[in-house]
Every structure is written in C-alpha cells, then in structure tokens.
C-alpha cells in the first residue's frame, strides 16, 4: 500500500482514513502488526495467539479488510488473511515535516497497549512524536546516535529518552536489520587471572 503520485486522490485519502484508524486503535494496530509477522494466519489463530474472543476477532479482522490493509488469501474454510503493506507518508500543513507511516509505526502503536512506557509517550507527544522516537532508536539500533543526542534534539529528558528507545528496541529489531552492537559476555576473552 506504498503511495505514489499515480494515485487517484480519493484512493489517497481512503488509505490515510484506513491507516488513521490503525493509528488511534491499539487493538487493530496490534492485529496489523501480529498479521504483518505471521505471513499468514486465520481467525482461529488471532484468537489463539492474541487471546482475543471470537466475536472481537471476527470484528477486527473484518474491519482491517474492509479498511483495505488486509486482504484474505483463500475463500476456502477457514479463511486465511494476510497484511498489506504500508508505507503512507503524510506531511504537515506547513510542510515543514514528514511523517512516514509504516508498519513498524504501527506495530509500536499496538504495543501501547502492554507497554507503559510507549503509551506514556503517546499521551504526551502523540503518534507523531512516536514516529519520531521511532526514527531515534532505529539510528541508534545502529550506533548512529544516544538517548542524550535524542534528548536535547526534542527537548525531552535523557531518561525520557533512554526509556521510549528501550520500550521501542523490540519493535527495530523486528522491522529492521540491525545487528545487535556489542558482544555479549560469554564472548568475551577473559582470563580469569587478570586483574580487574
């Protein structure tokens, strides 16, 4: 679902509306997000892997296809859904900044609702400071940059900082390739004679 200038306007603006909904309901930004990871995967298993009722899954899955962000892979029982790619950047008014929306966007979204610190950091600078925060921990996934350059940059404190980029390294490590920095201790050549 990746935009392009070829694009009708009002093909634009339905996909803006389905991918606002993703944005302001954690649930179905977790669904998208779980659909996104699986490949593939049927009714049966959202229930399963995200404990949800049968009714409440039936409902979201339904609403993610008719928003146009899933699409179902076979008519054949059961029915198997998949995610559609996303890939939307919106600009502001002034046109001064650039927000892209993608699905590790949309899976930190989801995650607000098991995770205390990103819906912290919602409520207090909104999913377009999220998608900001999002674009800091992939740089610094990849050593380009530290909570404290993250900080005076938006003006937040350090801790504030240090604590949304470790509430979003899962969601980099999954949406992005990023080796992990650093060997771990086990890897590290010690001699147990030397002095510390």
Known sequence: MSRTSNRADGDIVQD???VADLLEEPQLAQLYAYLTREGEATVQDVMDDLDLAQGTAY???????DAGVVD???????RRYAARQIDLTVTTAA?????TITPALIDAVGRRETDADIDTYIDRHGVAGLATALTYAVARGRGEVTHRLMAEDLDISPLAAEMILQAL?????????I????????????DDTDDA
Do not use: K, M
């Open 179 to 190: 080796e992990e920095a650093g060997a771990g201790l086990d890897e590290l050549d010690i």
């Open 59 to 65: 409902s979201y899955v339904n609403r993610l296809v």
């Open 169 to 177: 390294r899962p969601v980099v490590h999954e949406h992005y390739d």
């Open 16 to 18: 803006f509306l389905s």
């Open 95 to 99: 046109g001064d900044r650039e927000y």
């Open 72 to 78: 179902v892979t076979n008519d054949e029982q059961p």
